[in-house]
T-cell receptor
Framework: KQEVTQIPAALSVPEGENLVLNCSFT??????LQWFRQDPGKGLTSLLLIQSSQREQTSGRLNASLDKSSGRSTLYIAASQPGDSATYLCAAETGGFKTIFGAGTRLFVKA | DTAVSQTPKYLVTQMGNDKSIKCEQNLGHDTMYWYKQDSKKFLKIMFS???????INETVPNRFSPKSPDKAHLNLHINSLELGDSAVYFC?????????????FGQGTRLTVV
């Protein structure tokens, strides 16, 4: 049974700092891994999708990597800004129309 | 132009009532989902539909009944609501369920059972 874990649960950093959010999954047989952002009281916004055959994806200041063999993904945020404050969720699609979410990392970027 | 829209956004109701949440996607996607986010913000899949066919029912009480009248809609009907049903329910869609395309989420419906 696939389990997805995110560390840390919460993170507070000063503006401008580079940071890494971690995601681990127990079953390496995934179709893809997706990172989402959730703002308080809002829905989820897709940030990056990494296919199982890919190693990383980049979008602006965000870079996500995937290492299936070790069951890990990281989301790297460069030059963090207060507007980056949100909860970041990773989700592993295990096929069969099933996606398992981590509990999220709450990020607070201080101005 | 909202890609995945849910209604209502907020729903407060008494125990024992029956309620429905509607979801529509205008992306032309084949697969739609319902997720439940509990008080600890943990998201868990409830149902997956592909081309109007139920694919996944994840140990959800049979008081929850999804209905997909067409590919663009997946509604969630809940009978005999209980306090523990209070949560935020998210609808989502993706082009396929095989992992090749990203999922898009609605804004969520906050259900409060009193």
């Amino acid at each position: 049974k696939q389990e997805v874990t995110q560390i840390p649960a919460a993170l507070s950093v000063p503006e401008g700092e580079n940071l890494v959010l971690n995601c681990s999954f127990t079953d390496s047989a995934i179709y893809n891994l997706q990172w989402f952002r959730q703002d308080p009281g809002k829905g989820l916004t897709s940030l990056l999708l990494i296919q199982s055959s890919q190693r990383e994806q980049t979008s602006g200041r965000l870079n996500a990597s995937l290492d299936k063999s070790s069951g890990r993904s990281t989301l790297y945020i460069a030059a963090s800004q207060p507007g980056d404050s949100a909860t970041y969720l990773c989700a592993a699609e295990t096929g069969g129309f099933k996606t398992i979410f981590g509990a999220g990392t709450r990020l607070f970027v201080k101005a | 132009d909202t890609a995945v829209s849910q209604t209502p956004k907020y729903l407060v109701t008494q125990m024992g009532n029956d309620k429905s949440i509607k979801c529509e996607q205008n992306l032309g996607h084949d697969t739609m989902y319902w997720y439940k986010q509990d008080s600890k913000k943990f998201l868990k899949i409830m149902f997956s539909y592909n081309n109007k066919e139920l694919i996944i029912n994840e140990t959800v009480p049979n008081r929850f009944s999804p209905k997909s009248p067409d590919k663009a809609h997946l509604n969630l009907h809940i009978n005999s609501l209980e306090l523990g049903d209070s949560a935020v329910y998210f609808c989502a869609s993706s082009q396929d369920g095989a992992g090749f395309t990203e999922a898009f989420f609605g804004q969520g419906t906050r259900l409060t059972v009193v």
